[in-house]
Structure formats: C-alpha cells, structure tokens
C-alpha cells in the first residue's frame, strides 16, 4: 500500500501536475478541480485535499456495496496517497511535457497495478466502477474509458488541446503498464503436485472459490503415492494459490500453464463475492 501510494504521489507531483498534463480517474478529476478554483475564486488548493475529500464518500459506499476488506485497504492507500501529495512538494522534473506525460502515466500505471495484483484498488473510481458494474452490468473498462474521456475534452476546452493530448499519453502509458503487471482476465491452469492434496484443498477453499481436480499419481523416483491438483484461476488469484499451497506443503511442486480460453461455469470477482456471502450467512 505505502509503495503504491508513493509512486503515485510521485507521479502527480513530479510529473503531471507540473506540466498541467492530467491522470486518470479521481486523481485526474481532483487535478482539474484544484486548477479551476485557483484560476476562477484565486484560492490555492491542494490537489491531495480533493483526492481524499472525493475519497471519503467513495469509501463509505463501497462499504456497504462491495465488502469490508477491499474496501478498507483501497481507501487505505487513496489516504496514503492523498497525505502524500499534500507532504511532497510540486516540482517540475523533466521540463519536458513528452517526457511528464510518459513518465507520469508508467508511474501512475505501477502505483495503480500492483493493488489490483494483491486483490484491492487505489480507491475512487475504481471501487466506483466496480459498484457500477454490479448495478448496470456494463464493464469496468467502459465506465473508466469514458470518465477518462471526459478529464481528456475538459482539459482539452479549459487548457489546450496541446495538454489533452499529452493527457491521453499519459493515460495510455499508464494502462500499457497496468496491463502488463495487472491481467486480471488472463485465465491459468495450475497443476499441483503434492502428497497433502487433502489439506492444501481445504485450504484452498478458505481463499479462493475455484473448481479443484484430483488426478491420483506416484512419484517415480521414490514411488511415494500422492496427487496432481488442477485449478483454473485467474491471473490476480495467482498469489493466493502460490501462498496457500507453500504454506500447507513447501515441498509441493506447481507447474503453471496459460489457458486460452474456458467454457462453463467460471466464477468472476462479482460472483466470488456473492457467493462468498452466501456461504458466510
């Protein structure tokens, strides 16, 4: 949380703020609020201020809409975040907008990918977005790209088209980026060789809501009977399942394997969640 946080503060304040170029989602919209009071009432306000006062409503619905934990560990790092913008001060560091907006956005891109790798976001619109995809069942990406291109015309009529551009730069480096860390639709088959398939099973069923087949087999060298577990995950799931199984069996081998595509019942993060309310009522 604290690294993301950083990174991002980093991004904002090194990068983008100084050369009015703007990020994605809430950040992107507090960055244009903070210049609109102080060109139109003179009032100088930190763009951290509105990140956490945007936050603080964000988080309270997501609460309720979505789950304690995610929840918490998101407004978690958009509080982090947000201090962190306020404590570092603003200073131009290339002097050069190409070179803002790029680095700017591979910034941003590692300050928001590696929440969503570890199962919680940056806060604001993504927890918006996942709220939104419960409620209207369009996709995240729809609802991100046109809130993205909404911060892309308001910049482009308010500051210059020349700063829009270099916004949907930055925009678009960060989701390279976030895609190449974070490939939350990459689908994995695990195979897991183990001789405690019992207990790593059981364990499996505390974190993750997948589908595990048992093939019995024996180990060649030693001739010691034990099994060969398959389980289809999700990219994001992959930490979970890489800790499960070495914490219960450290001697236990896993050979990972993309998967092209599936077919049949694949619970996605939407229906994990209500199955996992299910099972706790």
Do not use: C
């Amino acid at each position: 949380m604290a690294g993301a946080s950083i990174v991002s503060a980093i991004a904002l304040n090194e990068f983008l703020i100084p050369g009015n170029i703007f990020s994605a989602g809430i950040n992107g919209i507090s960055q244009l609020l903070s210049i609109l009071v102080s060109t139109v009432f003179h009032i100088k306000l930190n763009t951290g201020w509105l990140i956490l006062l945007f936050n603080l409503p964000i988080g309270l619905l997501g609460w309720f809409k979505i789950g304690r934990g995610f929840t918490i560990y998101s407004f978690v790092t958009a509080f982090l975040t947000s201090v962190l913008t306020i404590v570092i001060p603003v200073q131009d560091v290339s002097h050069n907008p190409l070179l803002s907006a790029l680095f700017g956005g591979i910034l941003t891109g590692i300050g928001v990918a590696y929440p969503l790798k570890y199962g919680f976001s940056t806060g604001g619109m993504d927890i918006i977005a996942v709220i939104l995809e419960k409620t209207t069942g369009k996709t995240i990406g729809t609802l991100m790209m046109a809130t993205n291109l909404v911060i892309i015309l308001i910049a482009g009529a308010f500051f210059g088209w020349e700063n829009a551009l270099y916004t949907i730069i930055s925009i678009y480096a960060m989701s390279r980026v976030v895609d190449a860390i974070h490939t939350r639709h990459q689908k994995l088959t695990a195979f897991i060789v183990t001789t405690k398939a019992d207990s790593v099973i059981a364990e499996l069923g505390k974190t993750l809501i997948r589908g595990v087949t048992i093939m019995p087999a024996q180990g060649a060298y030693e001739r010691r009977p034990g099994a060969v577990l398959m389980v289809v995950i999700s990219r994001y799931e992959l930490y979970e399942l890489e800790h499960v199984v070495k914490t219960v069996d450290p001697q236990s081998f896993v050979n990972l394997v993309n998967t092209i595509d599936i077919e049949g019942n694949f619970y996605d993060e939407t229906e994990q969640l209500k199955a996992r309310g299910e099972t706790s009522q």
